[in-house]
């Protein structure tokens, strides 16, 4: 098990990571999540000993290694890069770790090939690295972070320089590989989509503090806070007696509730208990976005079906749909 112990580090007057305490149990992802600037790769490089923390104490299981050094850890890097060695061929550079143990040859070639099979690159072992796409030379570098088995993987954005589609494909795929290999495992993302793809469990950094942990059921049906529903993808947030409208009830005396809504979480519905104007809708490819007054709650998204016809001006009634929906808190 990976610890976190009150982790701080600064640098000059600048705090980046201010008193961060975490775990992560062996075999499991945690995603640490955050916008640029949070302080999320400074932990990941005090936990890999590339930054020195000014206090606090990285341990794992139950042994301190703050103050080993990067290669006596025995945890592996991935970047988003991948940081590929251009002078060797693709079964080169997997196998690069296990010749600088001192892997014999056969046990070498047996693990390069199960890897490159497991990350879906079967007969690519003599490839150049300059022959491959962006997407599979990350799969190398997962390969070749994977070969010695490391007690811990650390992932810095590792997907954040692909294009959408190709970052959606190998989130899940790497979600399997790392199960796969029950590697326990840390990544750093900014991308909210990637980290419910891949981890276990979820920590959120704003201004290099832990805002939220949690598995990632647990933070996606409960975001502490406003900002942090915002950061998750939920479209707006409403309290008070805003919220109370929505739920068909009255607001409670101290104000809350206090909900994030998805963009799908209102929907068109003629039986629907709320009413509204349409302000604007937008066809897409699957649903038609709109933008509504509800009375009594405000300026919200909403959506209708395709098959419904619906223009700026209409007055609507709409439903919530409360699996789209997360409390606050």
């Not at 149990?25 to 999320?40: D, N, Q, W």
């Not at 010695?148 to 590989?177: F, G, K, M, T, Y």
């Amino acid at each position: 098990m990976l610890t976190v112990e009150h982790l701080t580090v600064t640098f000059g007057r600048t705090t980046a990571v201010a008193d961060v305490s975490l775990q992560l149990p062996r075999g499991e992802v945690l995603a640490v999540l955050g916008p640029s600037g949070c302080g999320k790769s400074t932990l990941l490089r005090a936990v890999a000993g590339l930054e020195r923390p000014d206090a606090g104490r990285v341990l794992f299981d139950d042994v301190d290694v703050t103050g080993l050094p990067t290669h006596r850890r025995d945890f592996a890097l991935m970047f988003q890069d991948g940081q590929l060695f251009p002078h060797l061929p693709v079964a080169g550079n997997v196998g690069y770790p296990l010749r600088m143990r001192r892997t014999p040859r056969a046990d070498r070639d047996a693990r390069v090939a199960e890897l490159l099979e497991l990350v879906g690159l079967p007969g690519h072992g003599d490839r150049s690295p300059d022959t491959l796409s962006g997407g599979e030379r990350q799969r190398v570098a997962l390969a070749r972070a994977l070969a010695v088995r490391p007690r811990l993987l650390l992932l810095d954005e590792p997907l954040s320089a692909l294009d959408r589609n190709l970052r959606e494909r190998l989130a899940a795929d790497l979600h399997d590989i790392l199960r796969a290999e029950s590697t326990t495992a840390l990544l750093v993302t900014h991308d909210h989509d990637e980290a419910f793809a891949v981890a276990d469990r979820m920590a959120l950094m704003r201004d290099g503090r832990l805002v939220q942990s949690g598995t990632v059921e647990e933070v996606w049906r409960h975001p502490a806070d406003a900002d942090t529903a915002r950061f998750l993808g939920y479209a707006a947030v409403v309290t008070g007696s805003a919220a109370a409208v929505l739920l068909g009830g009255a607001p409670a005396e101290d104000g809350s509730p206090a909900l994030a809504l998805r963009r799908s979480a209102l929907q068109l519905d003629p039986s629907g208990p709320l009413t509204g104007t349409v302000r604007s809708a937008r066809v897409g490819a699957e649903l038609t976005r709109l933008v509504v007054d509800v009375a009594g709650v405000g300026t919200v998204d909403a959506v209708a079906g395709l098959a419904v016809p619906v223009a700026a001006g209409e007055q609507v009634r709409l439903r919530l749909d409360g699996s789209r929906v997360a409390r606050l808190g």
